[in-house]
């Protein structure tokens, strides 16, 4: 892996059609299948949204795209605190994409063990064989999100699920954030590409303390097989950066 890449965006909109672009640019560079795991919550959202509208929209390869999810919330697909309905609604919903190439996070009809197992089990079918290799990532591109708390994905601070290194996947709970699913940081690293995207005031401590290799946050531990970018806003961009 080569040190990590810091592109710094003028605002959240430039940062989001950056991405976009970004993603475009990605995508064209490769042929055949193009697997992208995705990241929830609020700041991807215009990404998605941009990548979905014109012009970016006929630009991308969407015949030949999967999608995955990096985290979900045991929560039903309608709940509005669903990744897999955010992205769906921001996104997928607009566009030419085949139901079989989109693989969200079951979180129904099953306990969450079983859900973070059957996610594995899917996983591990698409990637064609059980074992990581590190010479043929499971992804091209990773989307991750970083918490004022550190958190990526779901690997919140002083989980079990952060320990984890053979599972591909995981569960966690927490009071405030709740039952999740989460990949691990394995499945994570096993990527061409890592791009987290961060945006807002709010996260320039705790981006500042990610950069400066602080353990204590998990986003921090991220160590893609290929490589590993920050994208950001001017807003969280630490002083002696910008
Ligand atoms: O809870 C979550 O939070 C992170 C960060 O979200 P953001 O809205 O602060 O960017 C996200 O990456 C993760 O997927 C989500 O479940």
Request: aromatic residues 8%; charged residues 25%.
């Amino acid at each position: 892996m080569t040190g990590p890449i810091l592109d710094i965006q003028s605002d959240a909109e430039a940062l989001a059609a950056h991405a976009a672009d970004w993603l475009i640019e990605r995508a064209a560079s490769k042929s055949g299948p193009f697997a992208v795991c995705l990241s929830g919550g609020s700041t991807p959202r215009r990404l998605y949204q941009l990548l979905a509208a014109a012009p970016r929209r006929a630009r991308f390869p969407w015949e030949r795209t999967h999608w995955f999810w990096g985290d979900e919330r045991f929560v039903p697909h309608d709940d509005p605190a669903s990744n897999y309905r955010m992205v769906r609604e921001a996104m997928l919903s607009h566009v030419p994409v085949a139901a079989d190439h989109i693989h969200p996070i079951r979180t129904e009809g099953m306990d969450a063990a079983a859900a973070a197992a059957g996610y594995e089990a899917t996983l591990k079918t698409f990637y064609g064989t059980d074992k990581l290799d590190p010479g043929r990532p499971l992804f091209d591109v990773v989307l991750l999100g970083l918490g004022t708390n550190g958190h990526t994905a779901s690997l919140f601070p002083g989980m079990r699920v952060l320990q984890e290194r053979q599972r591909w996947t995981g569960v966690m709970t927490d009071r405030e954030a709740g039952t999740r699913i989460t990949l691990t940081y394995p499945a994570l690293e096993s990527s061409r590409e890592v791009a987290f995207l961060v945006a807002g005031s709010d996260k320039r401590t705790v981006l500042e303390k990610v950069l400066a290799g602080d353990p204590a946050q998990p986003a921090s531990a991220v160590r893609p097989q290929g490589t590993l970018r920050f994208l950001i806003d001017r807003a969280a961009a630490p002083a002696d950066r910008l």
